[in-house]
């Protein structure tokens, strides 16, 4: 299996860029925010669980995300691997996703993570709140509360990969198809 960690701050194109992956290297796209706002949208109760959180811009916890995780690998079948968007977003999602991996005899390729400053990332994500309808791209308090998470309790995941020698940094501003050229080459190496 191909299997790829998709990382950066909120704002940073990882959306965007699952797209162009999933359809070049023929990946399963597993995204927890695109999960999450699904199960909302549906009004389940791990939806209205989810949904305090993610108004405020603070991560949903750990257990409940795993969860949700295990159950998505586990109703894929025949996968040739994921690319995991948004996930893990804290050390111990990190563990219990190489232990999940592990079952299917399987790892992590490979880490590629986006590096885009504050500055732009707030130019973006309120650029999106005007047509995204999602509640925390549309207010600079809760933007700045999710930069500050991901600085407080994700960036840590970049040193997981990087201590297994999997992290992979690519500078995010510019064009979409230029970023994805430099992405595409990181992952043809893996
Ligand atoms: P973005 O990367 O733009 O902040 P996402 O769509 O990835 O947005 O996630 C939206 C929200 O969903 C997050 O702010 C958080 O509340 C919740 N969420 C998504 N993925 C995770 C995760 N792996 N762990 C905890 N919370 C998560």
Redesign the pocket.
């Known amino acids: 299996m191909l299997n790829i960690v998709l990382f950066?701050?909120?704002?940073?194109g990882?959306?965007t860029q699952s797209e162009n992956i999933i359809e070049k290297f023929n990946l399963t796209h597993l995204?927890?925010?695109?999960?999450?706002?699904k199960h909302l949208g549906e009004g389940t109760d791990l939806g209205k669980l989810?949904q305090k959180?993610?108004d405020?811009?603070?991560?949903?916890?750990?257990s409940?995300?795993i969860d949700m995780?295990k159950d998505k690998i586990a109703s894929t079948s025949g996968a040739k691997g994921f690319i995991f968007?948004?996930?893990?977003?804290?050390v111990p999602?990190a563990e219990a996703l190489d232990t999940m991996l592990k079952e299917f005899d399987s790892d992590i390729s490979g880490m590629i993570a986006l590096d885009v400053p504050d500055d732009e990332l707030r130019t973006r994500?309120l650029e999106r709140g005007k047509t995204s309808g999602?509640a925390?791209?549309q207010n600079v308090d809760k933007i700045n509360n999710?930069i500050q998470?991901?600085k407080d309790e994700t960036i840590p995941v970049a040193e997981f990969y990087e201590k297994q020698g999997k992290f992979n940094k690519i500078h995010g501003v510019g064009s979409i198809e230029g970023i994805f050229g430099e992405i595409s080459t990181v992952i043809e190496k893996l």
């Open positions: 950066g701050p909120p704002g940073a990882k959306g995204s927890t925010g695109d999960l999450f706002r989810a959180y993610m405020d811009g603070n991560l949903v916890p750990d409940v995300v995780v968007d948004g996930f893990p977003r804290t999602q994500l999602r925390d791209d999710r998470v991901y």
